[in-house]
Structure formats: C-alpha cells, structure tokens
C-alpha cells in the first residue's frame, strides 16, 4: 500500500478491448479487468438494462419465498447455458461468495443425508478459488495463505496433475471428504491446463468414490475456454459449477452456483431439508437485468464460437515470446493465456512479474502478474487479432526492457 500511495494507475474510461487512464493516454487491456469483461467495455446496452430495471424494483432480497423477475430469468438462461439438462442456480456478489456457497452446499448435502463425517473440501496445488474464508483456505498459492494460516482446517489440496493423488488421499481419509474443487484451466496460478484424460480421471473417481465434484468456472465460464462452461470443452459433467465474472462481464457484481441434477433434487423434493444461506445481494434485481443483457449479446454475436476461433491465433501471437531470455514458458487454452519467466530472474529479482507488468503498461498493454512467476492474457472475446498482435509486442517490448534491468 506504502508503494501504491499516490502512484496509482487510474482508469477512467473503456471502449472494447482498450482503457483510457487519467491522463488521457490509451491502453490495449489484455487481462479483460480481472479476467471479466468478455463483452468487452462500453456496452451501452448492459448499462441501459440496469438502468431501467433500477427504474423500476433496484433491488429486493431473496430471503424464503421473495424473488424478483430478473432473477428467475436470469437463472433460467444460465442453466440453459450450462451443461446441466436440470439444475438450480444460487446467486451471490462474486466468485469468492460462489466458492463459499458451494463448499457450504457440499457439507450441507452429506450431513441432510446422515453423513455428518463428510466435512473435508479438497483442491489443487495452484489452484486460486478467491478470498474468502473457504478461498483462501482452499488456494494452492502459498502466497495468499501468508499471515492468514488455514482459516478453514477442514481443507487439503492434492498435485496439479496427478489425478491417483486424489485416490490416495480418499484412501488416507475414508468416508471423510464431502467434495473436489478445480478450475476446468488454473487461471491465477498461471493459466495452466490440467494433462490429457484429467478431468474425466476425476469425474471417475468421485463418482466412485461418492463425494462431489464441484467445478469452479468463476473465470472459465460463459465462453473463455470456447465453450459454454470450461467443463463442457473437457467432456465430463460435475455435480456443482461456481460461475461469476462472464455472467455480467463484471459490468455489475453477480456470480453464484448451478447445482446438478444430483444436488438440486435432494433439496428440492417435498419434505426436504433446508439450505440457511444467502446474502443481502442474492438474487438482485439490476445485477440480475445486467446479466441477462450481457448474455443477449454473448449469443447474439456468437463470442464463444469468437473465442473458439480467435484460439489458433492467440497462441500463434504470443508464441514467439517464450524466445526471450526471461521468458521459459508460453502457456495458451481458450482466450487465456500466461507468460511464465524462467526461475533463475524470479529468484534474483524479488518481486520480477509485477515489475514486468508496469513495463508492459509503460508499453501500452494492460496486464497483471500470475503467482508472481508470469504475466496474464485474457482478453476481451471482441478482440481483434491485430489487437492481439498490438497485446504481445507491447508485452515483448516491456520484457525486453527488463533485461536491461536484471543484466
């Protein structure tokens, strides 16, 4: 904060896949906000949707039987939107309140069932599931959990990529753990995807297994993978989906949980038992209109059939700079993609990534540093490839320039 103080970068306005900063100088934003605005700025029609929504109910909460007609629409259209032939979605503020819901759903779905032993939520090493109590006890990036310790003991993580990892550790704590979490590709952790047949090896082994696996798709989702929902590019079908950022392309807060079939009916059938939890915010109403404005636009422009398409070109761009000196890797899946610098500059310059992002400002590129060991690229799905193009050689240029700052 000390070094933030009076040398903030202050965005002041956006158009597409370009920002303005305070000083009136222009920028390409190659991390989309954080990972979020899929549209791409400057879409009067989600700020005309909210507006008019707010005209009329602003907000109202969602507490026992109250709802409001955004909401349920809203959570019609996403559960058409997901891999799910039923479900139900359960809306919050954000991804990190999504996580929350969905770990607290998972132990609440054991314990109707008489199977109060079942507490343990496991995640991966990388992994990044925000910051929350749940979020930031589950993270896989040592970093986050510093100073903090594990506010959540009932947590474990498992490798990146070894799916037996997670046998072994149902085996070591039989009959204990309530459910799986993992990003279809770990985003924060330095876009990373999971090997060939993992994801399947996973849905394998919970449903043998019987714990849950939930899948968080707060930055996969609704289209950054080139498909609807990340898991669906990956053919397996989880029992829970956390979503946020794409529902509204962060244009207003929003994210939640979709319940599979699996959870949904347990809940929802006569007699069942109830599910204490909610936020002031749940279900609100101009968030809600924002939302379904949003995925008007996302459908009626086919931007995941964009983004599936923009892919090749993506990592035909950025490819070229695993050539430089610092750079040791060059990850790209879907609209994503991350810059990884070679371990011997990470260990001689402290704090090397966010240095790099300023100079790729510095160049005209909007990026952020990933686990402090590479740089993000998630831009909007409106794109241009020559955008693109303008995205990795100003990231190139500000890489170069750091060279001369480690020689």
Not at 218 to 227: A, D, K, Q, Y
Request: charged share 25%.
């Amino acid at each position: 904060m000390g070094a933030v103080d009076g040398n903030e970068f202050v965005v002041t306005r956006g158009e597409g896949a370009r920002v303005w900063d305070s000083a009136g100088r222009e920028y390409l934003d190659a991390s989309a906000g954080l990972w979020f605005v899929s549209v791409g700025h400057g879409r009067a029609e989600i700020a005309d949707a909210a507006a008019a929504q707010m005209r009329t109910l602003a907000a109202h909460h969602c507490f026992f039987d109250h709802a409001n007609e955004p909401a349920i629409e809203l959570a019609d259209r996403i559960v058409e939107f997901s891999p799910f032939v039923d479900g139900a979605v359960f809306f919050g503020s954000g991804g990190s309140e999504a996580v929350d819901t969905a770990c607290k759903l998972a132990r609440r779905f054991w314990s109707a069932q008489g199977k109060d032993q079942k507490t343990i939520i496991v995640s991966r090493q990388h992994g990044y599931h925000g910051m929350n109590a749940y979020g930031t006890s589950l993270g896989g990036i040592p970093a986050n959990l510093e100073g903090y310790g594990v506010m959540i003991p009932e947590t474990l993580r498992v490798s990146w990529d070894e799916p037996e990892d997670l046998e072994e550790l149902l085996d070591r704590y039989d009959g204990r753990v309530a459910a799986y979490i993992g990003e279809p590709v770990i985003g924060a952790g330095g876009v990373i995807e999971a090997p060939e047949g993992y994801w399947k090896e996973i849905r394998r082994i919970c449903t043998e297994r019987d714990i849950l696996f939930i899948q968080d798709e707060v930055i996969c989702g609704f289209g950054r993978l080139g498909t609807n929902f990340g898991c669906m590019r990956y053919g397996v079908e989880p029992d829970v989906i956390t979503f946020a950022k794409g529902v509204t392309s962060g244009y207003l807060p929003l994210g939640g949980v979709i319940a599979g079939p699996r959870v949904k009916d347990l809940f929802w059938a006569e007699g069942a038992p109830p599910f204490r939890h909610g936020f002031t915010y749940t279900g609100h109403a101009a968030c809600c209109a924002a939302g379904l404005a949003n995925l008007d636009i996302v459908e009626r422009e086919k931007l995941v059939d964009r983004v599936a398409e923009l892919e090749p070109v993506m990592a035909e761009t950025f490819a070229p700079l695993a050539d430089l000196d610092l750079v040791a890797e060059v990850r790209s899946v879907g609209l994503l993609t991350g810059i990884e610098f070679t371990p011997e500059v990470l260990a001689a310059t402290p704090g090397f990534a966010d240095k790099a992002s300023v100079r790729a400002r510095e160049n005209g590129v909007v990026t952020r540093a990933l686990r402090g060991v590479g740089l993000q690229v998630s831009p909007p799905f409106v794109t241009t490839p020559e955008e693109l193009k303008g995205m990795a050689d100003g990231m190139a240029a500000g890489i170069r320039e750091m060279e001369a700052v480690v020689s």
